[in-house]
């Protein structure tokens, strides 16, 4: 268990359909983050919450749509995705001046087809 | 552009033997450093890490130097075991604007062999 909890863990969806990746985070941080994870390429920074409120948004195309209803939960809606969109989802969440980063999920293994 | 670079994709490493593993950066603004380990299937977990005012820690098996004239750190494991095989990311930020945001190398996946 590492604190931050990532559902579902894995997902196969259409190019038409919609659907979200939920986040839950207990470890009282104030920082929630999405990141993008694809072959031979470092993990992409896509959204910035602090205290609920969006801080980043690193250029991310519209189909990606985060949500943060509070400082505990963190959802990516997913709407009309390409092929190239498929990937590990990581959320993250962290405390401002924690030395150690951020704490992981365990991702969603996003397969669009 | 990458400010975070792990150019070595992978390593292969004998039991008992040291795993060095590399990361260079190119903003000079960065002021702290850590090193995440991945198995498959799990989400990054930390490691550890070092501030831009040291040249190195250790903890336990693990050691981190930093040369910041050469703007590279490193990753020392000794003696590697075989429970060390996975993907290790160099990560880096910069608590200048107080923002939490890491910025991360490509990864580097090790393999200790029995």
């Known amino acids: 268990e590492t604190g931050v909890t990532q559902t579902p863990r894995h997902l196969v969806m259409g190019m038409t359909n919609k659907k979200s990746l939920k986040c839950e985070q207990h470890l009282g941080h104030n920082a929630m983050y999405w990141y993008k994870q694809s072959a031979k390429k470092p993990l992409e920074l896509m959204f910035v919450?602090?205290?609920?409120?969006?801080?980043e948004n690193n250029s991310v195309p519209s189909r990606f749509s985060p949500e943060c209803p509070n400082s505990s939960h963190l959802f990516l809606h997913l709407h009309t995705l390409q092929p190239e969109d498929s990937a590990l989802y990581l959320c993250?969440?962290?405390?401002?001046?924690?030395?150690?980063?951020?704490?992981f999920g365990s991702g969603t293994r996003l397969t669009v087809v | 552009d990458q400010q975070v670079k792990q150019n070595s994709p992978s390593l292969s490493v004998q039991e008992g033997r040291i795993s060095i593993l590399n990361c260079d950066y190119t903003?000079?603004?960065?002021?702290?450093f850590l090193w995440y380990k991945k198995y498959p299937a799990e989400g990054p977990t930390f490691l550890i890490s070092i501030s831009s005012i040291k040249d190195k820690n250790e903890d336990g098996r693990f050691t981190v130097f930093l040369n910041k004239s050469a703007k590279h750190l490193s990753l020392h494991i000794v003696p590697s075991q075989p429970g060390d095989s996975a993907v290790y990311f160099c990560a880096a930020r910069t608590l200048q604007t107080g923002a939490n945001n890491l910025f991360f190398g490509t990864g580097t996946r090790l393999t200790v062999i029995p």
């Open positions: 919450y602090n205290f609920k409120e969006q801080t």
């Open positions: 993250a969440s962290s405390q401002d001046g924690v030395t150690r980063g951020y704490t």
């Open positions: 903003n000079s603004m960065f002021d702290y």
